[in-house]
């Protein structure tokens, strides 16, 4: 089955401390995003990347990091200098330059920082 | 700034009920308004999507109706079920080169009671 596997489902992390979240995609989409969910807030973009080698920030994309080195993984680092770093984190990917197309959500990784 | 405002963020609806969310846009440049259902602990999945040149799009139980002029859309739910009790979002999304820039709003915790 095609999909998104978003690993590990739980995180957790002493504050200070670095954290990669994995993602991985067999769709074989171009396009690759990274949103951050909290409570009342929606989905917030972080990053995306439209192809290998080439991610642009998003809308609060302070305190993370990601690379795109290979079309199937979409990894992201949450840094020490992310002031709020507990929340759910969910990896996208979509079909570009057909239109609009739906975005196909990973189960998420819920990570807690104390 | 909230682009896209969403209400309400919670809802109870008895089974058989239709329940009813409403959003609302401002960038006119929007051409894509999807829907996503999340259950817990899972990420959000299209439910239905309409572009702005139809005014209803329906499927199954779950119809979209849209307002360019208002820029208002809102999904229905006939028939409520209690498998139906999620969170849904609204969304506005614009085609940017090669990603898909989309917009969420908040979310409606939907709880469909027996």
């Known amino acids: 089955d095609g999909g998104i596997t978003q690993s590990p489902k739980y995180l957790f992390r002493k504050e200070g401390q670095n954290v990669t979240l994995s993602c991985e995609q067999n769709?074989?989409?171009?396009?690759m995003y990274w949103y951050r969910q909290d409570p009342g807030q929606g989905l917030r973009l972080i990053y995306y990347?439209?192809?290998?080698?080439?991610?642009q920030k998003g809308d609060i994309a302070e305190g993370y990091s990601v690379s795109r080195e290979k079309k199937e993984s979409f990894p992201l680092t949450v840094t020490s200098a992310q002031k709020n770093p507990t929340a759910f984190y969910l990896c996208?990917?979509?079909?570009?330059?057909?239109?609009?197309?739906?975005?196909?959500f990973g189960n998420g990784t819920r990570l807690t920082v104390t | 700034q909230q682009q896209v405002k969403q209400s309400p963020q919670s809802l109870i609806v008895q089974k058989g009920g239709i329940s009813i969310i409403n959003c609302a846009y401002e960038n006119t440049a929007f051409d894509y308004f999807p829907w996503y259902q999340q259950f817990p602990g899972k990420g959000p999945a299209l439910l239905i999507a309409?572009?702005?040149?139809?005014s209803e799009k329906k499927e199954g139980r779950f119809t979209i109706s849209f307002n360019k002029s208002a820029k208002q859309f809102s999904l229905h739910i006939m028939d409520s079920q209690p498998g139906d009790s999620a969170t849904y979002f609204c969304a506005a999304s614009m085609g940017s080169g090669g990603y898909q820039k989309v917009t969420f709003g908040i979310g409606t915790k939907l709880q469909v009671i027996p």
């Open positions: 990347s439209q192809i290998v080698n080439d991610f």
């Open positions: 996208a990917s979509s079909i570009p330059r057909i239109g609009n197309s739906p975005l196909h």
């Open positions: 309409i572009r702005p040149d139809v």
């Open positions: 769709l074989n989409h171009d396009a």
